[in-house]
T-cell receptor, first 113, second 118 residues
Framework: DAGVTQSPTHLIKTRGQQVTLRCSPK?????VSWYQQALGQGPQFIFQ???????QRGNFPDRFSGHQYPNYSSELNVNALLLGDSALYLC????????????FGEGSRLTVL | AQKITQTQPGMFVQEKEAVTLDCTYD???????LFWYKQPSSGEMIFLIY??????QNATEGRYSLNFQKARKSANLVISASQLGDSAMYFC???????????????FGTGTLLAVQP
């Protein structure tokens, strides 16, 4: 039973570039959310996708956008990268309505130079 | 708004001993959920245990148990028989109830770095 998988695991970009991160949820899960974790801090919620729509959004600018596909996989896009976007980006999945389960992937570590 | 407080930046424990990691929370809601995650240096957030506010029993998962004291708004994680592989960052988190049910928005504490010594 595959868990949450993310790609790429590491990447380096320069300021102003755009990046796309990918996530496949755990088998049987239909809801995906994205988190940003800066060094030394706890994760911060970016947004959540269910039924291919953004359902909730945290306090992040419009440069952060996403998508969910019919197979429940998801992408996180960040435009016009800033140095402060350097972080570990974590994807989490669950089954809609199940309150006791939220599983994370290993994350994509983004470095912006 | 909800808040999670973890007051122990770092903890040491001897192998095979038990350790308690503290977590207090602040919410005005009656229905809420609390999570504990382990994050090793690899970065993955590993789900450990969940406690719902209406659960009558304290949650347990193998060597992990949650000491849930609702009146004191605390949800401490107890790890029994510590192992070297338990060395990691541990986060307490609460589901954000401002969105009603079925949200994956968790509010995390600042974490506790646990070091297990042989």
């Amino acid at each position: 039973d595959a868990g949450v998988t993310q790609s790429p695991t590491h990447l380096i970009k320069t300021r102003g570039q755009q990046v796309t991160l990918r996530c496949s949820p755990k088998s049987g899960h239909d809801t995906v959310s994205w988190y940003q974790q800066a060094l030394g801090q706890g994760p911060q919620f970016i947004f959540q996708y269910y039924e291919e729509e953004e359902r909730q959004r945290g306090n992040f600018p419009d440069r952060f956008s996403g998508h969910q596909y019919p197979n429940y996989s998801s992408e996180l896009n960040v435009n016009a990268l800033l140095l402060g976007d350097s972080a570990l980006y974590l994807c989490a999945s669950s089954l809609f309505g199940e309150f006791g389960e939220l599983f994370f992937g290993e994350g994509s570590r983004l470095t912006v130079l | 708004a909800q808040k999670i407080t973890q007051t122990q930046p770092g903890m040491f424990v001897q192998e095979k001993e038990a350790v308690t990691l503290d977590c207090t929370y602040d919410t005005s809601d009656q229905s809420y959920g609390l999570f504990w995650y382990k994050q090793p240096s690899s970065g993955e957030m590993i789900f450990l245990i969940y406690q719902g506010s209406y659960d009558e029993q304290n949650a347990t998962e193998g060597r992990y148990s949650l000491n849930f004291q609702k009146a004191r708004k605390s949800a401490n994680l107890v790890i029994s028989a510590s192992q070297l592989g338990d060395s990691a960052m541990y986060f307490c988190a609460m589901r954000d109830t401002d969105y009603g049910g079925a949200t994956n928005k968790l509010i995390f504490g600042t974490g506790t770095l646990l070091a297990v010594q042989p």
